[in-house]
């Protein structure tokens, strides 16, 4: 399974970038065609909240929650928390929803795909999880 960070799936929902825009709908329709897209619970809270502050319609944020809840997005547990915060101790707390992303994907995938250098690109080096960060 590949997790989906929540910068890919908010530049496949909104073009603010266009080359973001067609790389992230290639990679969400090619991993749902596979069969192996996955993505969390925290990252519908955050995609959610982006949206919000993009001043997207809140109907148009509801309908693409629904699309993505059919996924069955996966929760996180205690386990996972600790081991997020493990890693929050090694890159900093300010990063903890990256961290816990990592766990989650840790937990159920092979690999993470994510835009997010500045964060990942240290969590690369603290998992056996693949992490593509995109460009």
Same mark, same amino acid.
Request: hydrophobic fraction near 40%; proline fraction near 1%.
């Given at each position: 399974?590949?997790?989906?960070?929540?910068?890919?799936?908010?530049?496949?929902?909104?073009?603010?970038?266009?080359?973001?825009?067609?790389?992230?709908?290639?990679?969400?329709?090619?991993?749902?065609?596979?069969?192996?897209?996955?993505?969390?619970?925290?990252?519908?809270?955050?995609?959610? $909240?982006?949206?919000?502050?993009?001043?997207?319609?809140?109907?148009?944020?509801?309908?693409?929650?629904?699309?993505?809840?059919?996924?069955?997005?996966?929760?996180?547990?205690?386990?996972? /928390?600790?081991?997020?915060? %493990?890693?929050?101790?090694?890159?900093? %707390?300010?990063?903890?929803?990256?961290?816990?992303?990592?766990?989650?994907?840790?937990?159920?995938?092979?690999?993470?795909?994510? /835009?997010?250098?500045?964060? /990942?690109? $240290?969590?690369?080096?603290?998992?056996?999880?693949?992490?593509?960060?995109?460009?």
């Amino acid at each position: 399974m590949i997790y989906f960070d929540s910068d890919v799936l908010i530049n496949y929902l909104v073009v603010q970038d266009l080359a973001k825009h067609e790389l992230a709908t290639s990679l969400y329709q090619k991993a749902s065609r596979d069969q192996r897209f996955f993505i969390s619970l925290l990252s519908l809270q955050e995609v959610s $909240f982006v949206l919000a502050k993009l001043k997207v319609n809140n109907n148009i944020i509801t309908e693409k929650l629904d699309v993505f809840l059919k996924s069955d997005p996966a929760g996180y547990d205690a386990r996972s /928390f600790k081991r997020a915060s %493990y890693l929050a101790e090694i890159i900093g %707390y300010q990063n903890i929803n990256d961290c816990l992303h990592t766990a989650i994907a840790e937990a159920h995938c092979d690999e993470l795909y994510t /835009f997010n250098h500045r964060d /990942f690109r $240290f969590l690369q080096n603290n998992t056996n999880l693949k992490i593509t960060i995109l460009d």
